[in-house]
């Protein structure tokens, strides 16, 4: 069984080979180890084998390892965020991935402000259709821009989309490929306190294609940490 230092490094290994393939550089590309499930000694490991940045799903879930991790590592919570859970996640999340509704966008702001702090969020965009994934349809990314302009204590920092669970990786690109159109439109608008610097998409099955379309954040957790557990 390979150890999280070998994988991590087929995961490197995989990166470099796509974004040569599509002309960019590898170092652009960051790597967000999903730890769901996996407990505080695991993490460790893949902290010393070289990540830098942990992806977590669940705020409880994350709460109870944030205190007992040490080291400069970034975390970021790629799951759905309740209204009711922000209060506890702002302490603990440097990067928001989640954000799919003005009114979730309106308590993180709220919260924020009582914090004295901006939080980075990426927007949520169901970029495929699917009724059981959360995210914004792709024609309401920009009224939703506009409306959150009134938010000062909310920086949009770029995208997020989850793409289908398919067999073939190829049949997720049109995915991706809306994602980064949808960030190359925005960013010509300049929307105040807006910025288009992230795009974090692709995963275990499918982030060689993601990284082919442009994203900078992949979010990794079964090709580093193995199965997860129930």
Not at 50 to 66: C, F, L, M, P, S
Not at 150 to 163: N, P
Request: without cysteine; hydrophobic residues 40%; proline residues 4%.
């Amino acid at each position: 069984m390979a150890s999280i230092r070998e994988n991590f490094l087929q995961v490197q290994n995989q990166i470099r080979v796509a974004a040569e393939h599509a002309g960019r550089e590898a170092h652009s590309i960051q790597v967000i180890a999903v730890s769901k499930t996996k407990p505080v000694s695991v993490i460790v490991e893949a902290i010393d084998a070289g990540i830098t940045d942990i992806g977590e799903n669940r705020v409880q879930e994350a709460k109870g390892k944030y205190d007992l991790v040490d080291g400069p590592v970034k975390w970021h919570l790629v799951g759905h965020l309740q209204r009711n859970k922000v209060k506890q996640a702002l302490p603990i999340f440097d990067l928001i991935h989640s954000v799919d509704s003005l009114r979730l966008l309106a308590e993180i702001d709220r919260r924020s402000a009582q914090l004295n702090r901006r939080t980075e969020v990426l927007i949520q965009v169901n970029t495929s259709g699917e009724p059981s994934k959360f995210g914004l349809e792709p024609d309401a990314v920009f009224g939703f821009m506009e409306n959150a302009l009134d938010y000062a204590h909310v920086r949009i920092k770029g995208l997020m989309t989850i793409g289908a669970f398919l067999p073939d990786p190829e049949e997720v690109r049109p995915s991706f490929v809306l994602l980064r159109t949808l960030q190359e439109k925005i960013r010509e608008q300049q929307f105040p306190n807006v910025e288009m610097e992230y795009l974090s998409m692709g995963m275990t099955n499918d982030f060689e294609v993601a990284v082919e379309e442009g994203a900078n954040l992949v979010r990794i957790g079964t090709a580093i940490f193995g199965k997860r557990e129930n």
